[in-house]
C-alpha cells in the first residue's frame, strides 16, 4: 500500500473513532504527518500496525473524587489516569489540576509525553493524569484534602517500577507533597513514586527550574546553528507559572532582556526587562502569595499591565509559549513575524496552532516543538528518579549540567533525524521521527502485547 495512502487512510479512520477528541487528533496528526518518508523506508512499522497501536493507550483509570471543603460542603471531581505506552518504561508524566482537564486533554498530554521521554534518551513511558479541579481560590487545607482524596484511588495504580507521577499545570510542590503523603502512609512504602519533591524529602535540586531553564537552554542551540545567541535578544512568553517564571531566569542570564509575560488576568509590558528585583518580587508573588500580575503592575509602576491581553503583539527576537495548548494561534503568529521574531521556542505542550507552525516553518526562523524544548522537566525527574534509587543527592551544578548535556543531546538529534530523513532543519519533523522510532522499534521488540 502506498504510505501517503495509508497514512490518509489511518487519520480518517482515527477520526470516525472518537470525533469528538480534536486535541488528540490534533497531536496525533502533527506527528503522524512528519513519518511518510520513515514508514516509506521501514514498511515493517506498517506490517506491525504501529500507528494502530500507538495511538492507543494501554491503560485509562477515571475515577470520582469526594471532598469536603472548609464550609462542610461537599464537592465531586473527576480523576484521571492515562498510562499510554510503557515500551521503554514505567509510564511518567505530570498531574494536571484545572477545570479545562479532560480525558481527550489528558490523552493529547500523555500521547506527547511518550515521545518527549523518549527524546531525553531515559529508560520512560509516557502517562498523564489530573482531575477537573482547580487550586485557584482554594485555602491549603481545602487543596490538601482533594489531593488526599485523589490518592485514596490512584494509588492502587502507581508506583515507582510502574507509573511516577509528577507535578504540571495547578499541580506544584505543595500538591506533590499532599499527594506524596498520602500515598506514603496507604502503602508504607517511602520510595521515588512521585518526582517534583521538595529536595529534604527526596526531591532534586533545580527539578522546579528545570523545565524553563530547558526552554533557555534549547533556545540558545537553536540559535547558535545561525551563529547567534541569546546575548542582547528581547524575549517574551506567556505562562508565569514554573515553566515561565524559571524561563525568564535563564533567559536573562544568558544574556536576553525579557519584556513581555502573563498570566490569567493580562499581560505586562517592560521595555526595560525584568531585573533581579523584579523577578524576585514575581515570584514571591506566584509562588508564595499567588497573587495577580495587577500587583506587579503596582509595585512597578513604569511597567504597562495590558488588561486581557496576550503578549504576542509585543516586539521581540524570542518567543517562548509556556502556558496551555493552541495558546499561539495563525494571526498572532502573523504579528510576531511582522515584528521580527527569528525563534519561537516552545516551553509547553503544543502551544502553537497547526496554522501559526506552518506559518514558523514558511517563513524560515527558528521553531521548536515542545517535546523537544520543553523536555528539560522530566529529564531531571528521571534524574530524581536516579537519586532516589541511589539514596544519594546531586549538587545543583551537577544535575544543570546533566540538564545542559540533555537539552543538547535532544536537539542534535532533531537536527540529525531531520536531515536524514531529508527534511533538514526542521525541528518538529526530527522530534517527531526520533521519539518514534525508538518507541516504535521497542514495542516490535517487546511483541504483540
Known sequence: METKNYLAGFLDAL????????????????????????LAQKPVYIKEKILERIVEPERIISFRVPWRDDKGEIHVNRGFRVQFNSALGPYKGGIRFHSSVTQDSLKFLAFEQTFKNSLTTL???????????DTRGKSDTEVMRFCHAFIDELYHHIGYHTDIPAGDLGCGAREIGYMFGQYKKL???????????????????????????????????????????????????????????????????????????????????DKDGVDAEKLAFLKDLVFTRRGSLKEYKAKFPQVEFRAHQKTWDIPCDVACPTA????????????????????????????CTPEAITLFQQAGILYSPGKASNAGGV?????????????????REEVDNYLKR????????????????????????????????????????????
Open 15 to 38: 477520526d470516525k473513532k472518537d470525533p469528538a477528541q480534536k486535541v488528540f487528533h490534533q497531536a496525533v496528526y502533527e506527528v503522524v504527518t512528519t513519518l511518510a518518508p520513515v
Open 123 to 133: 529508560p520512560l513511558g509516557g502517562g498523564k493524569g489530573g482531575s477537573d479541579f
Open 187 to 269: 502503602t508504607n512504602d517511602f520510595t521515588g513514586a512521585f518526582t517534583g519533591k521538595k529536595p529534604n524529602w527526596g526531591g532534586s535540586l533545580l527539578r522546579p527550574q528545570a523545565t524553563g531553564y530547558g526552554v533557555a537552554y534549547f533556545a540558545q542551540n537553536m540559535l547558535a546553528t545561525r551563529q547567534d545567541s541569546l546575548q542582547g535578544k528581547t524575549a517574551i512568553i506567556s505562562g508565569t507559572g514554573n515553566v515561565g517564571i524559571y524561563a525568564i531566569e535563564k533567559l536573562t542570564e544568558l544574556g536576553a532582556k525579557v519584556v513581555g509575560f502573563m498570566d490569567y488576568d493580562g499581560s505586562i509590558y
Open 324 to 351: 496551555c495548548e493552541n495558546e499561539l494561534n495563525e494571526q498572532d503568529a502573523k504579528t510576531l513575524l511582522a515584528n521580527g521574531c527569528k525563534c519561537v521556542c516552545e516551553g509547553s505542550n503544543m502551544p
Open 379 to 395: 529529564a531531571v525527574s528521571g534524574l530524581e528518579m536516579t537519586q532516589n534509587s541511589m539514596r544519594i543527592y546531586w549538587t
Open 406 to 449: 540533555i537539552m543538547s543531546s535532544i536537539h542534535e538529534s532533531c537536527l540529525s533525524y531531520a536531515e536524514e530523513y531529508g527534511m533538514k532543519g526542521n525541528y518538529m519533523a526530527g522530534a517527531n521521527i526520533a521519539g518514534f522510532i525508538k518507541v516504535a522499534d521497542s514495542m516490535i521488540d517487546q511483541g504483540l502485547v
